[in-house]
């Protein structure tokens, strides 16, 4: 199963310049929120924004990553 910091590093990794915040709100190690902040989303839908970042996991959401939660945001 992936850890809190696994996440948020390949968020980060993937989306050039975006910070992430990443918690484990159940305590189980398999249900996350984030909240992620990318230049890269601007002009982009909710929908479009959250594709992005549920593409970096693929098949993953569902199994080992039973859950993610996001939250999308532009710099300010």
């Known amino acids: 199963m992936p850890t809190v910091e696994e996440i948020k590093q390949r968020i980060e990794s993937a989306i050039p310049g975006a910070r992430a915040e990443v918690e484990d709100y159940t305590g189980g190690g398999d249900h996350f929120r984030a909240t992620v902040t990318a230049a ?5 839908s909710r929908v479009e924004q959250h594709r992005l970042v549920y593409e970096i996991f693929g098949a993953e959401i569902g199994g080992p990553i039973h859950a993610l939660s996001l939250k999308t945001q532009t710099e300010d």
């Open 40 to 44: 890269a989303f601007a002009g982009r």
